[in-house]
Every structure is written in structure tokens, then in C-alpha cells.
Nanobody, 126 residues
Framework: QVQLVESGGGLVQAGGSLRLSCAAS????????MGWFRQTPGKEREFVTT????????YYADSVKDRFTVSRDNAKNTVYLQMNSLKPEDTAVYYC???????????????????WGQGTQVTVSS
């Protein structure tokens, strides 16, 4: 099993920045890729970005491309989401997730992931 714990959420003004962290523990050697998703009330969980655990391949949703950056520190078993130029529409609960296997082409889907964190709230004020 893999346990995921997010941190770093909070309240920030539009145009500001936040960095989220996702610390993985347990059987981290089985992780194929990590992803970040976000969700607002009444809406489905939305893909934000994904990164492969070993090779560092990344992919972003169009809505965050050029503003958000995903990175990983394998020594710390931690994935980061640097969010810049935040907009009010970025307000959501952000979740990290881990997949045991798959292909990077499928990592935009919630169903590709096997483990989820508890989420961290990000609120961007206008």
C-alpha cells in the first residue's frame, strides 16, 4: 500500500503563488506515476498534471500550462506542485494520487490511479 499526504494549501490573492507537497510513504517502489487533480463542489474531479515516478515525464491540463510546474524528489518520496499566477478559478480542493502501473497517456483519468491523498484546500481571492 501507498499512503499520500498533501500539504501547502491556503488562501492567496490572485496573481500569487503556492507550492503544494505530496509525501508518499509505504511501498513507494511500486509507484509508476503521480498526479494532481482538483475538485470544486458539485463538479467532477479535474486533472491538473502528472509526472512519471522514474523518468520525470510530465503532462499538464491546458488550463494550468505555463503557470503550474510539477516536480518530484525521489529521495524524499515527495511530489511538488508549484502554482504561479493563480486565478480565482484555481480555487479547489487539490488531491494527489499515485498509480501502480499504466501509461502516461492514461494518467489524465482518475480511474488510472490507485491511491489518493486526503486533499488540501486552495483558495484564490480576487
Amino acid at each position: 500500500q501507498v499512503q499520500l499526504v498533501e500539504s501547502g494549501g491556503g488562501l492567496v490573492q490572485a496573481g500569487g503563488s503556492l507550492r503544494l507537497s505530496c509525501a508518499a510513504s509505504g511501498r513507494t517502489f511500486i509507484i509508476y506515476a503521480m498526479g494532481w487533480f482538483r475538485q470544486t463542489p458539485g463538479k467532477e474531479r479535474e486533472f491538473v498534471t502528472t509526472i512519471s515516478w522514474s523518468g520525470g515525464s510530465t503532462y499538464y491540463a491546458d488550463s494550468v500550462k505555463d503557470r503550474f510546474t510539477v516536480s518530484r524528489d525521489n529521495a524524499k518520496n515527495t511530489v511538488y506542485l508549484q502554482m504561479n499566477s493563480l486565478k480565482p478559478e484555481d480555487t479547489a480542493v487539490y488531491y494527489c494520487a499515485a498509480a501502480r502501473f499504466g501509461s502516461m497517456a492514461t494518467m489524465t483519468r482518475t480511474t488510472a490511479y490507485h491511491y489518493w491523498g486526503q486533499g488540501t484546500q486552495v483558495t484564490v481571492s480576487s
